[in-house]
């Protein structure tokens, strides 16, 4: 079946650190591939996605590359700032379908 | 602009009751999505509406849990009997025509 397996956390950095968040999935066929974010409080937002092998996905200074070699989507950010904290989830829909599959989650922590 | 909206927010329950699950997607979104989020975990599908047809519904854990769209707008997630493997947060989402999905703050249910 189709899964996603997220880098443990919780992470902690400092603030101004390089973040890489790890996620690996599991799917058939050519799924799309998401992550989203979860700041203290509030619902999920759609932070990236990507559609396709090798397209990169952006926002916020975040980017995520679509990796079909090593079935990889991971976060990266040059360099964080306190206001990132938050729990991040990797997510991918099956080709086709509508239903999100959700990694278990990563709560990042950033130290002023 | 007005996003998802979910109520209650919090829901406390005593073992054995039903209790009634409110969404109201953003006007105009045809696809609604509801998710459980239990603690520490990434969300997990329930069942998937496309306008007032229930067209997934392969992720209700029971029969205790049903999902209702009669209008093709608001939706309500009704659980009986509830037990205590119901405590979780119940999300709702929904989507115009492409993957993205967009989330509401989602109900804490729990049962005591």
């Known amino acids: 079946g189709n899964s996603v397996t997220q880098m443990e956390g919780p992470v902690t950095l400092s603030e101004e650190a390089f973040l890489t968040i790890n996620c690996t999935y599991t799917?058939?066929?050519?799924?799309?591939l998401f992550w989203y974010v979860q700041y203290p409080g509030e619902g999920l937002q759609l932070l990236l996605k990507?559609?396709?092998?090798?397209d990169k996905g952006s926002n916020k200074g975040f980017e995520a590359t679509y990796r079909k070699e090593t079935t990889s989507f991971h976060l990266e950010k040059g360099s964080v700032q306190v206001s990132d904290s938050a729990v991040y989830f990797c997510?991918?829909?099956?080709?086709?379908?509508?239903?999100?599959?959700f990694g278990q989650g990563t709560r990042l922590t950033i130290n002023p | 602009g007005a996003g998802v909206s979910q109520s209650p927010r919090y829901k406390v329950a005593k073992r054995g009751q039903d209790v009634a699950l409110r969404c109201d997607p953003i006007?105009?979104?045809?696809?609604l999505f509801w998710y459980q989020q239990a603690l520490g975990q990434g969300p997990e599908f329930l069942t998937y509406?496309?306008?007032?047809?229930?067209?997934?519904k392969s992720g209700l854990p029971s029969d205790r849990f049903f999902a209702e769209r009669p209008e093709g707008s608001v939706s309500t997630l009704k659980i009986q009997r509830t037990q205590q493997e119901d405590s979780a947060v119940y999300l709702c989402?929904?989507?115009?025509?492409?993957?993205?999905?967009?989330f509401g703050p989602g109900t804490r249910l729990t049962v005591t």
């Open positions: 989402a929904s989507s115009l025509f492409s993957y993205e999905q967009y």
């Open positions: 799917a058939t066929g050519y799924p799309s």
């Open positions: 990507a559609t396709k092998a090798d």
């Open positions: 997510a991918l829909n099956r080709e086709g379908a509508q239903k999100l599959v």
């Open positions: 006007s105009g979104h045809v696809s």
């Open positions: 509406f496309q306008n007032e047809a229930q067209l997934d």
